[in-house]
Each structure stands twice: as structure tokens, then as C-alpha cells.
């Protein structure tokens, strides 16, 4: 799973946390990664984050990410249940699980093409479906999936495209902070392999956990 931009700084700010605490460790292993090493990743971090400081198209981009993220988990339970359907109908058809892999893997683009598959099963065979359990408003539920999912990525897409000058102008920078995390997440998992801390090195981890924040921020935020 790749890294977007928007979420190296963050991921870079998580990782920091463990190394620093992971330090002596880290060090044991391959002397290179020192006090040294983890102050430089700090100050590549923190150059970064001053650049970005300020740029409404990023605070944008952000928030269409979070929202599109949200709209891939909430497909969790009705896919769920769609699966419960099709076993007891003898429905032979793998979509439904293969929306929540391509959500977890952030394939929207492959999510909306499952979307629209599975609508169309859902329709050609509502009666049977129906009697089996299925929900009468299913298929309105993957008609607002689709086309939410679909609204929200294309805002997602044009934000994207606002800052591509600013990404063109520090990729330098942002390869550089790239290097770090990439090398930070492989130690670290190598050291900590078949432990609980293994996770926090982990990138698919720390993409989540990042948006997962995201998410719990913005909830808060409206509910003052």
C-alpha cells in the first residue's frame, strides 16, 4: 500500500515516537541508526511539516480523503450481511469481499468497478435474494455507495491536481522523508518480528491508524 503525501508527515511523527522510545535498540542492531540518525529524520520531518503549514488545498485534500475513507468502511457491515445472503441463496459470487479487500487496499477506483458489478447481480436476482434474507433497500444502499464514492474521489482527484506544483517543488524533500520512514519501518519490524510493537513499524498500520485519527478528530470537532 503506498504512502500519499498528505499522510508523510504524520506517519513520520508516529514512527519517531517509537523509534525514540525504541533508540537503544534500534542502535544494537545497526549502529547507524543512532541519536544522530533519529534527529536528522526529526528535522526532515519537521521541514516538511513548516512547507505545508498553511496550504488550505492540503487541509482540503485531507478532508476529502477522510470522508472517502469513511465512505469504504461503511460498506463493512452491508457487505457483511450481502455474503450472509448469497451463501443461504447459493449465490456463487465473490464481490462483496472483494469491495472490503480493495477498501482496505484504498483501490476505490476497483471498489466502484465491484460496486457496479454487484448491482447488477443485486437486481438480476432480487426476488431471490430477497427471500433469503436480503434488505429491500439494498440496492438503493450500493446506488448511494457508488455514487458518493464516486463524487468524493473525483474531489479528491482535483485536489491532487491543485498541488501537484507544490509536490513537483519538494520532491526532493519528500523523498527524503520517504527514505527515512522506509528504512525506520523495516528495522524496526525486523527487530520486533512476531511481537505486538512489530505493528508500530508496520506501514499498512500506520496508514491506518493516521486516518483512523483523522477520523476521531473530525468527529470530535463536530460534536462541539
Not at 106 to 118: A, M, T, Y
Not at 194 to 201: M, P, V
Request: charged share 25%; net charge positive.
Amino acid at each position: 500500500m503506498g504512502i500519499l503525501k498528505e499522510e508523510y508527515v504524520p506517519i513520520a511523527d508516529a514512527l519517531l515516537n517509537s523509534f525514540s522510545r525504541d533508540l537503544n535498540l534500534f542502535e544494537a542492531e545497526n549502529h547507524l541508526f543512532s541519536a544522530g540518525y533519529l534527529a536528522s529524520m526529526q528535522n526532515k520531518a519537521n521541514e516538511l511539516r513548516a512547507k505545508e503549514t498553511g496550504d488550505a488545498v492540503l487541509e482540503q485534500q485531507k478532508l476529502a480523503t477522510q470522508e472517502l475513507y469513511r465512505l469504504g468502511n461503511e460498506l463493512n457491515k452491508p457487505m457483511k450481511l450481502l455474503n450472509l445472503v448469497f451463501d443461504k441463496a447459493g449465490v456463487k459470487t465473490s464481490l462483496a469481499s472483494d469491495i472490503l479487500k480493495k477498501v482496505k487496499k484504498r483501490n476505490f477506483e476497483g471498489v466502484l468497478q465491484s460496486l457496479k458489478s454487484l448491482k447488477e447481480i443485486v437486481t438480476s436476482q432480487s426476488a431471490l435474494l430477497t427471500t433469503n434474507g436480503m434488505k429491500a433497500d439494498t440496492e438503493t444502499t450500493l446506488q448511494n455507495a457508488f455514487d458518493a464514492i464516486t463524487t468524493k474521489g473525483n474531489e479528491q482527484t482535483d485536489f491532487q491536481q491543485q498541488r501537484k506544483a507544490f509536490t513537483s517543488a519538494n520532491k526532493g524533500l519528500y523523498k527524503e522523508l520517504y527514505i527515512y520512514i522506509g528504512e525506520v519501518a523495516r528495522l524496526g519490524k525486523i527487530i520486533f518480528q512476531g511481537e505486538q510493537k512489530a505493528s508500530e513499524y508496520t506501514i499498512d498500520n500506520l496508514i491506518a491508524m493516521v486516518n483512523s485519527s483523522r477520523n476521531n478528530a473530525g468527529n470530535s470537532q463536530q460534536k462541539v
